[in-house]
């Protein structure tokens, strides 16, 4: 992987990078696998919120919950009920869809 450095000179790697090295672990790549769906909810949620300018605080204000919870979601942390999701969603201007496939 190689470095990349920013204005005042700190070095990084890149996400895409550090992800393409993880992702040659055969078990790293299996867990990615099985979280992507919840990262693809959270990724378009949050992807909506911020195209519609709309604050966590107002979203939650919106979804009949609370700030801290719409921030638990968009880390990432806990598993989200079917009816959160339907509220957030709605919460966002979006519709929540289902779909089960082989």
Do not use: C
Not at 14 to 38: I, N
Not at 60 to 72: E, P, V
């Amino acid at each position: 992987m190689k470095y990349h450095s920013d204005k005042k000179g700190n070095k990084y790697y890149a996400w895409s990078d550090v992800k393409m090295e993880m992702m040659r672990d055969p078990a790293f790549r299996k867990v990615y696998e099985a979280q992507k769906p919840k990262y693809d909810l959270i990724r378009a949620i949050l992807d909506a919120r911020i195209k519609r300018g709309i604050t966590q605080a107002e979203i939650a204000k919106r979804a009949g919950t609370t700030q801290s919870a719409i921030a638990r979601f968009e880390s990432g942390v806990g598993n989200p009920t079917l009816d959160f999701m339907q509220r957030v969603s709605a919460a966002v201007g979006a519709r929540l869809e289902v779909k089960i496939s082989r």
